[in-house]
């Protein structure tokens, strides 16, 4: 591998993706752009590259095997290798989603795009990951996937998106599972909460910007050699399981 630094962030054409991929390519990486949708991954690229920063496309469907073995195989065919994972692609699965009305089917498919996909990537790309000198993973997750802060009185964590909730509570949990079999290697691994950030993804309702979104992206996927691994983090600190 090169001296440059190498990042993969997926659902990077849009909203906090892309403005993760916007900040880590402002340090000087190069950047790959994982993205379903070609138009919107060129655009993305584009973009990016006309601001500056050393952008390639990566066409990738988290929820699909062949696509995620592609991307991998482009990553180290293109560039030769892989230093941080930024695992951000997600959907909600529409709503309302309370537990005595979601379709089961909602439930199957948030959880493959998820948690899923997630590992899906992940496991593909960590025989590069695992020949970077400072390897991070960092997996977007949530804050309303807090058992903690879902059942402390006087905390209000909004409507209950069952599928969207229980996928993030999920991927806390894989987090922590990574983090413990990986901890023999150089590679950290932390969940991190954006906050309520306005996406297409909430209907644009939340109240912070996906530029400030994804700043906890890019302190994950910059700590030092000594930072933490297997914890969740939002800009505030830590958040409680």
């Given at each position: 591998?090169?001296?440059?630094?190498?990042?993969?962030?997926?659902?990077?054409?849009?909203?906090?993706?892309?403005?993760?991929?916007?900040?880590?390519?402002?340090?000087?990486?190069?950047?790959?752009?994982?993205?379903?949708?070609?138009?919107?991954?060129?655009?993305?690229?584009?973009?990016?590259?006309?601001?500056?920063?050393?952008?390639?496309?990566?066409?990738?469907?988290?929820?699909?095997?062949?696509?995620?073995?592609?991307?991998?195989?482009?990553?180290?065919?293109?560039?030769?290798?892989?230093?941080?994972?930024?695992n951000n692609a997600a959907i909600t699965g529409g709503m309302p989603?309370?537990?005595?009305?979601?379709?089961?089917?909602?439930?199957?498919?948030?959880?493959?795009?998820?948690?899923?996909?997630?590992?899906?990537?992940?496991?593909?790309?960590?025989?590069?990951?695992?020949?970077?000198?400072?390897?991070?993973?960092?997996?977007?997750?949530?804050?309303?996937?807090?058992?903690?802060?879902?059942?402390?009185?006087?905390?209000?964590?909004?409507?209950?998106?069952?599928?969207?909730?229980?996928?993030?509570?999920?991927?806390?949990?894989?987090?922590?599972?990574?983090?413990?079999?990986?901890?023999?290697?150089?590679?950290?691994?932390?969940?991190?909460?954006?906050?309520?950030?306005?996406?297409?993804?909430?209907?644009?309702?939340?109240?912070?910007?996906?530029?400030?979104?994804?700043?906890?992206?890019?302190?994950?996927?910059?700590?030092?050699?000594?930072?933490?691994?297997?914890?969740?983090?939002?800009?505030?600190?830590?958040?409680?399981?």
């Amino acid at each position: 591998m090169s001296e440059q630094t190498i990042a993969l962030v997926t659902g990077a054409n849009k909203g906090i993706g892309y403005e993760i991929a916007a900040g880590l390519g402002a340090l000087g990486w190069r950047i790959g752009v994982g993205a379903r949708d070609q138009q919107r991954r060129d655009t993305a690229v584009e973009k990016l590259r006309a601001a500056g920063t050393d952008a390639f496309g990566v066409p990738l469907d988290v929820a699909d095997d062949a696509s995620v073995a592609a991307a991998a195989e482009l990553i180290a065919d293109r560039v030769g290798g892989l230093d941080v994972l930024v695992n951000n692609a997600a959907i909600t699965g529409g709503m309302p989603q309370t537990p005595t009305t979601v379709d089961p089917a909602t439930v199957r498919v948030v959880v493959e795009t998820n948690v899923i996909g997630v590992i899906r990537v992940t496991n593909a790309m960590l025989p590069m990951l695992r020949g970077s000198a400072s390897p991070r993973i960092v997996n977007m997750s949530s804050s309303v996937g807090s058992l903690t802060l879902q059942t402390t009185p006087g905390i209000d964590m909004g409507p209950v998106p069952a599928a969207y909730l229980a996928s993030k509570t999920f991927l806390n949990a894989v987090t922590v599972q990574y983090a413990k079999e990986l901890s023999d290697t150089d590679i950290l691994i932390n969940s991190g909460c954006p906050g309520f950030t306005a996406t297409d993804l909430n209907g644009f309702q939340g109240v912070r910007t996906p530029h400030q979104g994804a700043a906890i992206a890019i302190h994950l996927a910059t700590l030092p050699d000594d930072g933490p691994t297997g914890a969740f983090f939002d800009d505030a600190g830590t958040v409680p399981w």
